[in-house]
């Protein structure tokens, strides 16, 4: 009777010794240094000044927005008069991997009026572009219907000999532009360069737009 017992004490004590443990129970602690980011971004790849791309959109009148998309990086002394496509110092352009044109695209007027705006959070002198430039570049045919964007390659299918046609160019984070009355409706590649001259830099953003008649 005496082994019984002991033998039920010890079932009740190792019970609740087992209920102690899961009550008391820590989680893993993580020992995380607190270092200043620019310390840390120093140490990674020697510098702190760190340039995050900017969110260019068109904006609409009626309060709808589409992003363009960086295409290219290109390096060089190419923050002159001219606009994108016809610089001539531009050493090298960096393409962006991830840049696809969209499936969707919007459509304008002739003569309609849209914003662009390029809102930087940068707030270093090295980070803020000087200007922007704003060009139209026009493809030869129309787009195959039933078929994706991503399926075909319209940027390779451009009017050649023709000039890019040049919207303006603007200083700051937004701008208006209207689309003039002597262009000819059909399909187009919008670029907004953002030019660094303290860099030797222009971020090229971009994407596709279909232009109609002004009662289209």
């Known amino acids: 009777m005496a082994c019984i017992s002991v033998l039920a004490a010890s079932v009740v004590l190792t019970f609740v010794l087992s209920v102690a443990l899961l009550l008391f129970a820590t989680e893993p602690v993580y020992g995380q240094a607190n270092i200043d980011n620019s310390l840390a971004d120093k140490q990674k790849i020697g510098t702190d000044n760190i340039l ?24 060089g002394n190419n923050n002159s008069d001219t606009s994108h496509g016809t610089q001539n110092n531009i050493n090298v352009a960096i393409a962006n991997p991830d840049y696809t044109l969209p499936d969707t695209y919007s459509t304008l007027r002739v003569g309609q009026n849209f914003r662009i705006n390029s809102t930087t959070l940068q707030n270093t002198p090295e980070g803020l572009y000087t200007k922007a430039d704003v060009t139209l570049m026009p493809i030869a045919s129309p787009l195959p219907v039933n078929k994706k964007i991503s399926d075909i390659d319209p940027e390779s299918d451009l009017i050649q000999h023709t000039p890019v046609l040049h919207l303006g160019s603007y200083q700051g984070n937004i701008h208006n532009f209207i689309i003039p009355q002597a262009i000819h409706p059909g399909y ?29």
């Open 52 to 75: 995050y791309p900017t969110d260019v959109r068109i904006l609409f009148s009626n309060v709808q927005n589409i992003p363009l998309h960086q295409q290219f990086v290109t390096l």
């Open 188 to 216: 187009y590649l919008l670029y907004t360069s953002l030019h660094y001259p303290s860099l030797a830099m222009t971020l090229v953003y971009s994407t596709l737009l279909r232009i109609v008649e002004a009662d289209g």
